[in-house]
C-alpha cells in the first residue's frame, strides 16, 4: 500500500475561483478525515467520514467548503469563490475504525493551496 | 480557546542528548495523546501515543509520560539524532460517546539537534 495519498500537491488560484483537492486513503481504511493547517498552527480538525457518510463538520467548514466520499473510498474538497483566508495546507488522514485515536491516523502530504 | 498548547516554539539539542517536548490540556474529557512528527513539506507522521489510564509509554528512543493531575504530558528522545529534527505535534482525542474521531492539535515545537 503506497499510504494516502493527495492531488494535487499544489494550488495557486485566483480570489473567486473554485478549487477541489482529491484524497485516496489507504485502501482498508474506513475512516477519512481532513484537517486544514495554517503557519505557525497545528493542524484543525474539518470533517470526517466513515464510509461515504460524512459524520461531522467543524464550524471551521463554512458553505463554501463542501466534502465529499462517493463510494467510500476516495474524496474531494471543494472550496468556492475562493477568499484568501482559505490559503493553507490541506491534510488527509485515513483510519480503520476508531483506532487512529489510539494508533494514528496516516496522514497524506497534504495540498498546499495559495489564494493571489 | 486552545484545548492542546505546547508553549515552547521551539528546542535546540546536541546530538546524542535528551529531547524533551512538553505538553499541556485543559480538556479532561480526552482519553488518548499522540505525538506526531512532521518534516516540511510532508504530512504529520505518528511517532507514538498513551492512553490516559497510563503514566508511561515506551518504543525505542521515544518514551512519553503523562500526568493526568497535573494535565501534561512529555516525549522524550535519547539519544538525540539529527534525524530528529522536525516539528512536534501533541494531539489529544476523546474516545467515549463517540467522539473518538478527531484530534485537537496544539501549534508543535521545532526541535533542532545538532551535530
Known amino acids: 500500500d503506497t499510504g494516502v495519498s493527495q492531488n494535487p500537491r499544489h494550488k495557486i488560484t485566483k480570489r473567486g475561483q473554485n478549487v477541489t483537492f482529491r484524497c485516496d486513503p489507504i485502501?482498508?481504511?474506513?475512516?477519512l478525515y481532513w484537517y486544514r493547517q495554517t503557519l505557525g498552527q497545528g493542524p484543525e480538525f474539518l470533517t470526517y467520514f466513515q464510509n461515504e457518510a460524512q459524520l461531522e463538520k467543524s464550524r471551521l467548514l463554512s458553505d463554501r467548503f463542501s466534502a465529499e466520499r462517493p463510494k467510500g473510498s476516495f474524496s474531494t474538497l471543494e472550496i468556492q469563490r475562493t477568499e484568501q483566508g482559505d490559503s493553507a495546507m490541506y491534510l488527509c488522514?485515513?483510519?480503520?475504525?476508531?483506532?487512529?485515536?489510539?494508533?494514528?491516523?496516516?496522514f497524506g502530504s497534504g495540498t498546499r493551496l495559495t489564494v493571489v | 480557546d486552545q484545548q492542546v498548547k505546547q508553549n515552547s516554539p521551539s528546542l535546540s539539542v546536541q546530538e546524542g542528548r535528551i529531547s524533551i517536548l512538553n505538553c499541556d490540556y485543559t480538556?479532561?474529557?480526552?482519553?488518548?495523546f499522540l505525538w506526531y512528527k512532521k518534516y516540511p513539506a510532508e504530512g504529520p507522521t505518528f511517532l507514538i501515543s498513551i492512553s490516559s489510564i497510563k503514566d508511561k509509554n515506551e518504543d525505542g528512543r521515544f518514551t512519553v509520560f503523562l500526568n493526568k493531575s497535573a494535565k501534561h504530558l512529555s516525549l522524550h528522545i535519547v539519544p538525540s539524532q539529527p534525524g530528529d529534527s522536525a516539528v512536534y505535534f501533541c494531539a489529544a482525542s476523546g474516545n467515549s460517546g463517540g467522539s473518538n474521531y478527531k484530534l485537537t492539535f496544539g501549534k508543535g515545537t521545532l526541535l533542532t539537534v545538532n551535530p
Open positions: 488522514a485515513s483510519s480503520l475504525g476508531g483506532q487512529g485515536a489510539v494508533y494514528g491516523y496516516t
Open positions: 480538556n479532561s474529557m480526552f482519553d488518548y
Open positions: 485502501s482498508e481504511h474506513n475512516r
